[in-house]
């Protein structure tokens, strides 16, 4: 190991950095990070050992383009593994139609990660990315909100903690800059391209990617919710509870009557709403349903969905609703809040007008109203290897929602995987793929699938695993499909070490 004084060049495998005496070291190995160090002589702040035998210094270069959720994890990883990282964000220069802050890891629909519970499939996946060292999930430990059993946070915090990290990281250099091209020249010279431009990468970029992989692109729409003002809620018709656990207060309610339901129902249908393009056919993701598209599968789907009152009684009343409308809170002061499985396509004036129908928002200020978005996406199975590589351009990798994972926890471990399966590589490692019966193996698997007639996103979900070899009563299936997913995961975690 080399003690001289630190210049900021690699030697050796080693990264150096001027700093104070009593400076910390960091050894890496196999891409994972090991062992720290303390006490070294002053002149050397930070020493990186790194595993990797390369061209002129020793460090491969990766570039990362986008700064999302998953964009941010893959460098992040990359990093943390001695790699030494270009991440390209377009913002502030340039933002897409659904993006308004600076920051990294904007969260722009729901400010939840949803469940924690370690009976579902993205509570399974939330533990699985805690283990791996995930930034994201640190971040989202760091900066939680009250919600129930659900992962809530503060999306100004988070952003702000992610995009510190990053910038801070001695490894990472962030670009703020567009990439309109696979065959941008600012690409070139780089060991690996990760494109984790998400659903909404830069009409140029899209094009480019879909001339790639051979006019191929496909799409659905995404809509996202509102939110409100508390001071602008009228607290003598909400109140606080969780439908599982009245008793909390992760949640404000506001509840409706049966004439107040179906007029309210009514009015989401006769709305005025955003049409797409007359070339565009608008397909929505199942899983994050425009609220009026489900009122118009049925005047109960509402009352049986986002609005059921399950467990819920108005203590204003001492009825049970109807019908309720919960909102979850945007912050931890609690001064804006999210009306939860809102997501809508109708016209801004129209929101303003049918929202206020609501009880106890009659007189709601809308901090942001709901939009209505183009989700672009790849045919992965069709078009990338088992490691997110395209096919048809070799060294090109893709991360996160383009590949076909939907939802924010699902799109940052993809980012995770590649960047983990990339160390590996570079510290010339093989590294086991996890077993479908594990919830990342479970959704990288769904990336893999034998072609179909029309591949679809996914969220995270039991049904991506291979099937339990016996039969099971139903109450208990979660629970043998997450105990087998635990055992799984912790089997391959003593292989890969």
Known sequence: MHYGQADGIHRLGHTFRAGEAGCE?????DGLRHE????????????HSVNNDTREFGVKKVAVVGGGLAGSECAWRLAEAGVSVTLFEMKPKKYSEAHEQDGLAELICSNSFRSSEPGTGIGLLHAEMRELGSLVMQAADETS??????????????SAYITERIESHAN??????????LDDERLAGFDAVCVTA???????LADSLVEAIGGKGLYFY?????IVSRDSIDFSKAFWGSRWRPEDDDYLNCPMNEEEYKAFVQALLDGEKVQPHEFEKAIHFEGCLPVEEMARRGEMTLAFGPLKPVGLTNPHS??????????????RDKTAFNLVGFQTKLKYPEQKRIFRMIPGLENAEFLRLGSIHRNTYVNAPEVLTDELELKARPG????????????YLESAACGLWLGMLLGARFADRELTHPPRETALGALMGHLQTEPVKRFQPSNINFGLMPGLKKRIPKKFRKEKYAERAQAAFEEWMGIIG
């Open 36 to 47: 720290q160090y303390s006490g070294f002589p002053a002149g050397i702040q930070q020493i």
């Open 396 to 407: 090109v990798y893709l991360a996160g929602q383009i590949t076909g994972v939907e939802g």
């Open 172 to 181: 990472i250099e962030l670009v703020r800059d567009e990439i309109v091209s």
């Open 318 to 331: 001492e009825e049970k609703p109807f019908a309720v409308i919960q909102l979850r809170a945007e912050n």
């Open 145 to 158: 909100v009250p919600a129930g059993k659900a992962l809530a946070v503060d999306r100004a915090l988070f």
């Open 198 to 204: 998400g659903p909404l990468a830069s009409q140029s």
């Open 25 to 29: 070291v960091t050894n890496f190995k």
């Open 222 to 226: 995404d809509a996202i919710a509102p």
